[in-house]
């Protein structure tokens, strides 16, 4: 990756949970599943959704360990997954190798810096990575993502993203690392009070906000517990780009 700026923010500097660290990202699928289940089946379930097919390109950025690039990828998909921890992709790599599957390329990079040289993808998604930009960052992520994906092609957009009432913060958090903890073993619980306390989650309407300034619209918005949000979005027409 080339030199940043000095102003710009630093996205391979891991806060919160440390995706670089190796035995994270070895263990990493392992400790998802307890609360996601088959995270194959999960990828698998998401590309139907999205009506993801053979021939397509998608480009999944924060991608981890690889699962949904890889299912991509099995169906014929050109997949790129991008990631910026050395680690994680490793794994990735590892994965689609004993797999055999030889469609989905892995590149180091993040919102900030990831540059995508094939054609426009038509299909752009994310899971549980841009909470780890601050939101100024978030919205230069997004723009930077958007001029990636051809127009009115698809983005799906999911992470932690708070709907829960503010005046509720104290209770929802403490419920909600309770409630890892018990599902998914106190190490989980722990994780998920490092980010409450550390990364950078932000508010629904926040986020709603973010997109359409970074050139989405946003055709579905889904808050199923408080924290959780997945937005199902189109890239704007180049008439309704965004003003940042
Ligand atoms: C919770 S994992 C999610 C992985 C995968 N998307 C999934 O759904 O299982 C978060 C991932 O985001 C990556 N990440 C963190 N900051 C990033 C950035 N600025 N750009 C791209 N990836 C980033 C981490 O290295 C980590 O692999």
Redesign the pocket.
Known sequence: MNRIPAWQYD?CR?VGVD?ADPQVAEEYDAR?QRFRGD?AAEADRLLDALGVRAGHSLL??????G??AIQAARRGVIAYG????PA?LAVARRKADAAGVTGATFRQG???TYTHDGPPADVLVS???LH??PDFWKLV?LRRLAGMLRDDGLCYLMDTVYSFPPPDYARFMAETVARFARNAGEEFGQEVATAFREEFSTCDWIMEGVLTRAGFVIERAEYPDGMLARYWCRKARPAQGGSA
Request: proline letters at 0%; a negative charge; charged letters at 10%.
């Open positions: 996205e891991h995706y998802h995270l999944d950025v924060g991608c981890g360990s699962n949904l991008v990631d910026v921890s994680m993040g919102f900030l899971m549980a990575a780890h930009l992520g």
